[in-house]
């Protein structure tokens, strides 16, 4: 259980980004490498195994997938305790497409120019800014360019399909209390 994160935000998360990545696909393959329900790159799966201690595998085990993505979240989680947790999913789910690496270059080049760093939204143009080589070639951001188009989209399209997630909770939990009381 998730000691950086509170847990059912993190097991929420962890079914929209499912859903987001692969549909649900156990077998889904991305364009760039990214496999399994999860579609974690096969070098942060071998990454993550090996600090969890397990057998460095790549057969298809939905189970272990899973357990290794959400292991991955914390860790993202881990690298963003310094942010408030409702803003920190955001960067967390940035990382988890994009990499950590960009996410901090673009964290950097904000506070050098003094955009609000710790806040997803004011972030986003700073993001954007990354394909451009007068921004990238700036001595704060390490890692080059990036273009950002699709790791923002993706946490648009996962905080979507979160809500979405917990609307339906709700409405449940209502609908089995309802019932409770009714009985």
Not at 92 to 102: A, E, K, Q, R
Not at 123 to 137: E, G, M
Request: proline share 2%.
């Amino acid at each position: 259980r998730s000691t950086l994160f509170p847990y059912t935000t993190l097991f929420r998360s962890r079914d929209a980004i499912a859903y987001v990545e692969s549909k649900f696909d156990t077998s889904a393959q991305s364009h760039r490498g990214a496999q399994g329900l999860m579609q974690i790159m096969p070098s942060t799966y071998r990454h993550t195994l090996s600090k969890m201690g397990a057998a460095d595998t790549m057969a298809q085990n939905v189970e272990l997938d899973v357990m290794v993505a959400v292991r991955y979240l914390d860790e993202l989680s881990g690298r963003f305790s310094f942010i408030n947790e409702k803003e920190r999913m955001n960067y967390i789910l940035g990382s988890y497409n994009g990499g950590s690496n960009h996410i901090f270059d673009a964290m950097r080049i904000a506070r050098k120019n003094g955009i609000n760093r710790y806040n997803w939204n004011s972030l986003i143009p700073v993001l954007i800014s990354l394909s451009d080589s007068a921004v990238y070639s700036d001595d704060v951001c390490l890692f080059g360019p990036f273009d950002a188009t699709e790791t923002i989209n993706y946490v648009r399209r996962v905080n979507r399909k979160y809500k979405e997630y917990s609307r339906r909770e709700l409405m449940f939990r209502a609908l089995e209390k309802y019932a409770d009381n009714n009985k």
